[in-house]
């Protein structure tokens, strides 16, 4: 599985068996000929999901996950094509977790679920556009044992 997971930030690795969460979210997320490209996973913090998201998209602030596709290239025969990458930032995840009475485990399974999706090329932009990725993120994560992240604490969606 073409799957690179870096743990930039060490807080990371107390989630259990969180590679092994991630190579799931990965089959779960992609198809088949997806799932072929090489995809990476960056488990890392605030500061550097900062600088990452006012360098690509001119926001000063932190945010939960990023999403990179990768440029379409030529490459060499038999270099594996990649899908792109996803960032995702420690304390914005844990403290959204909190906020929302989800686990740390649970919230990022679903951010995961959604950066892939943008790779897949999913987006939110219309309400449309919105609906149809949060049915699939719904699915994917039906599918791991965790309840829709859309409905709210007291039941409201």
Not at 45 to 68: A, C, H, I
Not at 81 to 96: N, P, R
């Amino acid at each position: 599985m073409p799957i690179d997971i870096a743990f930039a930030d060490r807080r990371w690795r107390r989630i259990p068996k969180l590679v092994k969460r991630i190579e799931q979210i990965h089959a779960l997320s992609l198809t088949k000929s997806l799932r072929a490209k090489r995809t990476a996973v960056l488990l890392t913090d605030d500061s550097t999901v900062q600088k990452m998201n006012y360098k690509w998209r001119g926001k000063k602030q932190p945010t939960n996950v990023l999403s990179f596709p990768a440029a379409s290239i030529n490459l060499p025969r038999g270099e594996l094509k990649a899908l792109g990458d996803v960032a995702i930032a420690y304390e914005t995840c844990a403290k959204e977790a909190k906020a929302t009475g989800k686990t740390l485990a649970d919230h990022t399974t679903h951010l995961i679920v959604h950066g892939l999706l943008h790779l897949a090329g999913y987006d939110h932009e219309t309400d449309g556009d919105a609906k149809r990725m949060e049915t699939k993120e719904i699915r994917i994560l039906a599918k791991l044992g965790i309840a829709n992240p859309y409905v709210l604490v007291d039941g409201d969606e």
